[in-house]
């Protein structure tokens, strides 16, 4: 630790508000725990929970840093007496319990993995957030198995191109909602078997046309929550991991009974550290592969200064991009 410096460029929410409370601070180096790494942080994604967390809907756990940033991809640069698997020098991507933009960030050592065959550096921070929710939420939680069909809402976003992919790579069949036509386009291009615009078709309609989804993510909520009741099949699993378009709804439930479905939602944030160092190896073991093989590919929209944060923000907002939003650290 003696060769490091002793503060760091972070970028901090001054205020709850809109991206320009997104302030560029000097922080002192966090300290590491036992159990801990500290990661020399090269880039770090931007996502949904960080705008929440922006806006004051979102505070960071008890014992977290106040740093947004989620995930990110680095050289670790120091350990706590109980790390046995990583050492200074080492390349990896992280989700991280808040900190990440910054500098350099402390993580469960459990909550590292390598950086995927044929993947830079850079373009590996945006792996971590939305790999775990999908893994945790789709395959973990609802159980998706090859040859289901599997319904993704919103499929060019950063969720929606990891779960077109994964979906695929594990023999599902995907059925993607977008728009407008250059969105959809990058959905067929990921794999998806149908792709539906939102604004000039049916998605109930389309779904049942292909005998129902056994598999729904949804992160649009509002109007989309009873559709995707009408779009399930029987025993279909639904899951909700946002609103875009609002979380308070008038909703028929007859359908969910007489369906059998089952519906959640879920954060990942607020998991136990054990569940997530499950998923780090799950991954690992068998998604990192099919990365350096060539069959999942890593879809990056944009990387930005880490001092433009809040332009980040804004153009996550603006829901103009395909794929993950990038700040570049060092």
């Known amino acids: 630790m003696s060769q490091l410096p002793a503060s760091m460029k972070a970028v901090e929410i001054s205020a709850p508000g809109a991206p320009e409370v997104l302030k560029p601070v000097e922080r002192p180096l966090p300290t590491i725990k036992a159990h801990e790494v500290l990661i020399k942080v090269k880039a770090t994604g931007i996502n949904g929970p960080d705008i929440m967390q922006r806006k004051g809907l979102y505070p960071a756990p008890a014992g977290a840093s106040d740093l947004p940033g989620l995930e990110v991809s680095g050289e ?18 992280a989700l991280t319990n808040g900190g990440g933009y910054a500098e350099y960030v402390a993580v469960d050592a459990e909550h590292c ?5 044929g993947i830079s550096l850079l373009d590996a921070a945006g792996l971590p957030e939305t790999f775990f929710t999908v893994w945790s939420n789709v395959f973990i939680g609802a159980g998706l198995k090859a040859g289901e069909t599997f319904l993704v809402h919103g499929g060019a976003g950063g969720i929606g191109t990891t779960c077109i992919q994964l979906g695929k ?40 046309s292909e005998g129902g989804a056994n598999v729904i993510l949804d992160i649009v909520g509002g109007a989309n929550i009873e559709k995707n009741f009408k779009a399930a099949s029987h025993d279909a699993r639904i899951i909700q991991l946002a609103f875009a378009a ?10 969910v009974m007489l369906k ?30 099919k990365i350096g093989e060539g069959k999942i590919r890593v879809v990056t929209h944009k990387a930005l200064p880490l001092a433009e944060a809040a332009q980040a923000h804004a153009l996550m907002e603006s829901s103009g991009h395909t794929g993950k939003i990038l700040l570049q650290v060092s």
């Open 169 to 208: 790579a594990f023999g599902a069949k995907v059925i993607a909602t977008d728009s407008p036509a250059e969105r959809c386009r990058i959905c067929s291009d990921l794999g998806a078997d149908r792709v539906v615009d939102y604004r000039t078709e049916d998605f109930v309609e389309a779904v049942r």
């Open 260 to 289: 059998r479905l089952t519906y959640t939602g879920s954060t990942l944030r607020t998991r136990p550290d054990a569940y997530k160092a499950r998923i780090a190896r799950e991954l690992e073991a068998q998604v990192w592969p």
């Open 113 to 117: 993995l390598s950086v995927p065959k």
């Open 246 to 255: 609002g979380s308070k709804v008038e909703i028929n439930l007859m359908p």
């Open 76 to 93: 670790i640069v120091a350990k706590g007496a109980s790390v046995t698997r990583w050492s200074a020098g080492d390349l990896v991507v």
